[in-house]
């Protein structure tokens, strides 16, 4: 096999072919226009730098695995075609990551897709990684070595495209046997409706901050007057990292964050830790006068706690109506409908199917089987009768079992 940095031709071995110039793309593309079935997965920097692109787009068809390299080959617009063709099956795992990259780097758009994903949690799986599903229906461990490797660099290594290559290659056969599964308990005409739901994401730039100060480590263990210094310092970190598109932790640990929290050190030793200008502000930030700690009740804030009386009686009672699905079906809260959903469904307040279908929230087996319910529940009617007809996802001996699990962890 040739060396991955040779661009002469397209390299192959019995894993992968990758496609790194346009004369090696051109070939991909006539062996693709002849596939039924793409299954498809990306790698992207989003672990290294703060804005994430796709750095390597792995498609396995006809028993052939591609790892095309959008770095090397600006132009993959070609492949567009195959993805909005409703002839093409695309079958991705955890759709919504890939198809949003792919929609924010290069506008591609898709039809006809299945996610293993969704399919694994509509059969209750218990878990939903590729790799336990991959070991689940092939009896075979992949490797997580080059999970956080860093796609951006070039030329990538062998044990990268060996890892990347096999993303892609047993999702088909996975797929074929979740289809039959679904089928045989009813299930697959709402997995293909979330399908077709999830097939029309596109990426929206997120307006909020980077980091939430909930998840900083040990939180809870800090003053309130160090928890709101902790917060700017992440503020100034975030700000640092969009600047130079750099993952924040790679800009400084959190660690080092609660270190100079808890010592308070001296100009120069800011400097030291942070560097001249970085060291300046942190020591600025260090030293500041702050009117407003960050009290631990604050950290604990749910969603839904900024309602008004009438708004938070309408949160209860959908919260009430998806525990009741959640126990009807038998099943966990993955594919129900979220409290940012709910609280949206709230702040809009929908009186019709229709008005609720307008939102875009959820795919068209939910709006026909859970608007009912979610429209009774802020009427503040009876639910009950919306929930006839939900198919279990779990046997009662299942559901059993799972509570009992879980009650023990």
Not at 13 to 26: A, M
Not at 133 to 162: A, C, D, G, T
Request: charged letters at 30%; glycine letters at 4%; a neutral charge.
């Amino acid at each position: 096999m040739q060396c991955p940095g040779n661009h002469n031709s397209m390299q192959t071995n019995s894993d992968y072919i990758l496609v790194d110039n346009n004369r090696s793309l051109e070939l991909a593309l006539i062996n693709l226009k002849q596939a039924n079935v793409l299954s498809i997965d990306t790698e992207s920097s989003g672990y290294y730098t703060y804005y994430p692109k796709v750095c390597l787009l792995q498609i396995h068809a006809k028993g052939k695995t591609y790892l095309i390299d959008p770095i090397q080959i600006p132009n993959i617009s070609s492949l567009s075609t195959f993805f909005l063709d409703p002839q093409k099956l695309k079958i991705f795992h955890s759709a919504q990551d890939d198809i949003r990259g792919l929609n924010r780097d290069f506008g591609f758009r898709f039809a006809n897709i299945a996610d293993t994903l969704i399919g694994s949690r509509l059969l209750a799986l218990g878990q939903n990684s590729l790799f336990y599903l991959v070991e689940k229906y092939h009896q075979i461990k992949l490797s997580k070595v080059e999970q956080k490797s860093n796609w951006e660099i070039r030329p990538l290594q062998v044990q990268q495209l060996r890892y990347a290559a096999l993303d892609t290659v047993y999702l088909e056969s996975i797929w074929k046997s979740m289809e039959e599964e679904l089928a045989s308990k009813h299930l697959l005409d709402e997995a293909l409706s979330e399908f077709d739901f999830l097939s029309k994401e596109h990426y929206i730039p997120k307006e909020s901050e980077g980091f939430q100060l909930v998840r900083f480590p040990n939180i809870i263990d800090f003053t309130p007057l160090e928890r709101r210094k902790i917060l700017e310092l992440l503020r100034y970190r975030d700000e640092r990292a969009r600047k130079i598109n750099k993952a924040s932790f790679r800009i400084w640990p959190n660690e080092r964050i609660s270190q100079c929290v808890k010592e308070e050190p001296k100009l120069n030793k800011c400097i030291e830790w942070f560097g001249k200008k970085d060291g300046e502000e942190v020591f600025k930030i260090l030293t500041s006068e702050y009117s407003d700690p960050i009290e631990a009740s604050e950290l604990t804030k749910r969603q839904g706690e900024d309602l008004d009386e009438s708004e938070s009686s309408q949160f209860l009672q959908l919260k009430k109506w998806r525990t009741r699905v959640m126990r009807v079906r038998r099943m966990e809260h993955h594919l129900l409908p979220s409290n940012r959903q709910l609280i949206e469904i709230i702040r809009k307040q929908p009186k019709s199917i229709d008005e609720l279908g307008s939102m875009a929230l959820f795919s068209d087996w939910k709006l026909s089987n859970y608007g009912p319910g979610i429209l009774a529940a802020i009427q503040n009617q009876d639910i009950e009768k919306t929930l006839k007809g939900l198919i279990p996802i779990r046997t009662k001996e299942e559901f059993a079992l799972k509570k009992q699990k879980n009650t023990i962890e």
